[in-house]
């Protein structure tokens, strides 16, 4: 760990936890956590577990609406929102975060496009769980930790309507940067039975830099500058009495480019960003497509026990950019260089998740979870133009038993531990790759469905020092599968099978980690060292502009700290740091030897927040990050680092409320984190180099009627 940045935290860190034994006490309210199986209370479990609540996603939205940059600016160890519609190079704690929609699965690891990031509007979103770290809780993907966007749930009682718009547009130029979103919702609830529905429409602009230049649209994997995108949401609930209740959830999501404007590659070794202009775009534009569906059951006093049973399924479509590129030639349909394709992935999943939890056994010290989850995940990737499969149909049929214990042997100890058993298949019918592959028609990949078994263990105590100061320490494991669908259409050599091809093994992280919490008067502070290793990794390298999987054993380290001081009943402060390190084994000795780029790590990063109520009509909320420079073995990745402020602003008038939001405040001039690092023998590097957005201003009203 590199001691530096670290040092500028220590001061901080004792600052906060000295003013805390001077204060006086004070109770928080509790939250639980949905996305712990046993219903973990945030602050009190053994691993970091942050929870985004719906003010803070109010605060965000009033200055940018876009689910990356919202988790970039509040969670540190989140890398950088690339401000476009892919996710690649954006990890969390150095590795891959599972994404879920209320508990269902978003994230595509079979293939893995990286576009999970958008599948469901933040107008939908009721809050944010997140846990730090790995973790088996939810099964497969949650290497780096697991991101729950919890929706919105019908509140009962009379019909309630809300209705909002907002306007976006940069200050440093014209008509085209000019976006703007509608959303509605009505609620309300009649007898046993209870609903909610949602709509939201947003469309994008351009976007432009500090100066006033038109940002590099990616027409290959796809943006948000220049699209258009809706969200419905649908629940409908019945409660059988106070104990029991019945809720479905429909959610569809799409977000699809408008293809207007094309890139214009800039000059990355002179720093020279590319930028747009308008021109015509073939193929169809990029887009996301994602319905989630679930079907869940609860009993809160089954015979002594809480049940749970969910039902879900998840239909994804993501299409890419399309192009004559190398990958797409096959001679037999059209002369080389002339063969116009593009991808889509598609990815259906359906699932089911029972749970049984009972408290109050051994004189009320012990409470046991236990369950089981079954998941089927079929995925592909099509040539659409020419109806070729580029990776063909993968078949994951996944059964997961578990039991978590919760043991308090006296009153300030509390004990967890958890086994999980992941019993998984793999099936992929034999195939032939494209032509391309090594440019004689392709290969012969025999097919197969070779199987994995993985125990996954964890264990954890927390202790509360005082009633006020908890120390915590985690062992926990995560299961996670590398890319299939890149592994399985780079095969070029015939013979292949893909029983006994070894970049297909599973994933395995083991996650260590340690800290305290102090929550004293109206202070509080959280620290917390982890390791995260895995002695057969999944690294993610750039060639020729496809990014491809190294199986390679890494090792990653760091801190992540937060701190918040209720000044009174009107202001707080917030402040937040985080330092992720890590190496990759690349020569197969079985030590680490070099540093992992940007594309798996994050930069080190301090966040200050500021919320204030000046009046009962005026709210504020000002947040600034600064991303450190970094260093890396391969010189010519090396980051130089920035500094961003945003401001927003709510004003409650007689009928509803106006808000004001600005993003990058002082219209900060920068490159950004994916486009600096991006490694200079990179084919795209220069389309890719893109520069960050400049000063945006957005206003919005809403009203609740």
């Known amino acids: 760990m590199r001691l530096k940045p670290l040092a500028r935290l220590i001061p901080a860190a004792l600052l906060f936890a000295c003013a805390a034994v001077h204060a006086e006490e004070t109770q928080l309210e509790a939250v639980t956590v949905t996305a712990t199986r046993s219903g973990g209370v945030a602050g009190e479990t053994p691993q970091k577990i942050t929870v985004i609540t719906r003010e803070e996603i109010e605060h965000q ?32 704690r150095g590795r891959n975060a599972l994404y879920m929609i209320d508990g269902v699965p978003q994230s595509n690891p079979l293939r893995d496009g990286k576009r999970e990031g958008y599948t469901v509007d933040l107008s939908m979103v009721e809050r944010i769980e997140i846990i730090h770290g790995a973790s088996a809780e939810q099964g497969l993907g949650a290497t780096g930790g697991i991101i729950n966007f919890v929706t919105r749930r019908p509140r009962g009682g009379d019909l309630r309507q809300h209705a909002g718009v907002s306007v976006t547009a940069p200050t440093e130029n014209d008509y085209d940067g000019l976006g703007y979103k509608l959303d509605y919702r009505v609620e ?53 009495d106070d104990n029991q209740n019945l809720t479905l959830s429909i959610n569809r999501f799409e977000l699809k480019g408008n293809n207007d404007y094309v890139n214009v590659p800039g000059d990355a070794s002179e720093g020279i960003p590319a930028t747009s202009r308008r021109g015509t775009v073939g193929g169809d ?79 009320n010290r012990l409470m046991l979870t236990g369950g089981f989850d079954v998941l089927q995940d079929k995925t592909r990737q099509r040539l659409v133009d020419t109806d070729r499969d580029w990776v063909p149909e993968t078949r994951f049929r996944n059964f997961a038993p578990f039991v978590q214990a919760e043991l308090r042997p006296f009153q300030r100890l509390k004990l967890q531990g958890g086994v999980r058993r992941e019993f998984a298949e793999l099936d992929v019918d034999t195939f032939q790759t494209v032509w391309s592959t090594n440019r004689a028609g392709g290969v012969t990949v025999q097919g197969g469905n070779p199987t994995f078994e993985e125990t996954l263990y964890n264990a954890g105590f927390v202790f509360e020092a005082t009633d006020w100061a908890q120390v915590f320490a985690n062992y926990s494991e995560g299961f996670g599968m590398p890319d299939v669908g890149r592994v399985l259409r780079a095969i070029s050599t015939a013979g292949q099978s893909v029983n006994n091809f070894l970049d297909l093994q599973p994933i395995v992280t083991d996650n260590r980690e340690a800290g305290f919490r102090l929550k004293r008067g109206p202070f509080d502070f959280e620290l917390s060292y982890f390791e995260s290793d895995s002695d057969l990794g999944s690294r993610l390298v750039s060639v020729g502009g496809v990014y491809q999987v190294r199986r390679e054993k890494t090792e990653i380290n760091g801190i992540e700290a937060s701190a918040g001081w209720k000044i009174n009943a009107d202001h707080r402060l917030q402040a937040s740091y985080a330092q992720v390190n890590g190496r990759s084994d690349t020569d197969g000795d079985g030590k680490v030897d070099t540093d992992l780029d940007g594309a798996n790590i994050s930069p080190d990063r301090l966040t200050l927040r500021w919320s204030a109520r000046w009046s009962d009509k005026i709210d504020s909320h000002v947040q600034g990050s600064y991303f450190f420079d970094r260093r890396f073995d391969d010189r010519r990745l090396d980051f130089s680092g920035y500094s961003l402020v945003d401001a927003s602003m709510t004003y409650r008038l007689p009928v509803g409320r106006l808000t004001a939001g600005v993003e990058n405040l002082f219209n900060k001039d920068y490159v950004t984190y994916y486009s600096q690092t991006l490694a200079a023998n990179e084919a795209t590097r220069d389309e890719r180099y893109f520069k960050g957005r400049g000063r945006t201003v957005t206003v919005g009203y809403q009203v609740d009627f």
């Open 61 to 92: 939205l009033a200055i940018n609406s876009e689910p990356s940059q919202v988790l970039g600016n509040l969670i540190p160890s989140y890398s950088p929102s690339r401000q476009k519609l892919s996710n690649a190079g954006e990890t969390f």
């Open 188 to 240: 309300g609830s009649r007898g046993n039975w209870d609903f909610l529905a949602g709509l939201s429409y947003q469309t994008r602009g351009l976007y432009y830099d500090a100066d006033g230049k038109a940002i590099g649209v990616d027409n290959t994997q796809g943006d948000t500058m220049d699209s258009k995108s809706y969200d419905a949401l649908f629940k409908l609930g019945y409660w059988f």
């Open 285 to 363: 534009a990029p887009k996301n497509e994602a319905l989630t569906s679930s079907l869940s059951y609860t009993h809160a006093k089954l015979a002594g026990n809480e049940i749970g049973v969910q039902l879900y399924s998840q239909r994804f479509r993501a299409l890419f950019g399309g192009g004559t590129e190398t990958a797409f030639q096959d001679p037999r349909i059209a002369p080389r260089g002339t063969l116009f394709d593009q991808s889509q992935n598609e990815s259906e999943k359906l699932g089911a998740k029972f749970t049984v939890k009972r408290d109050g056994l051994l004189d």
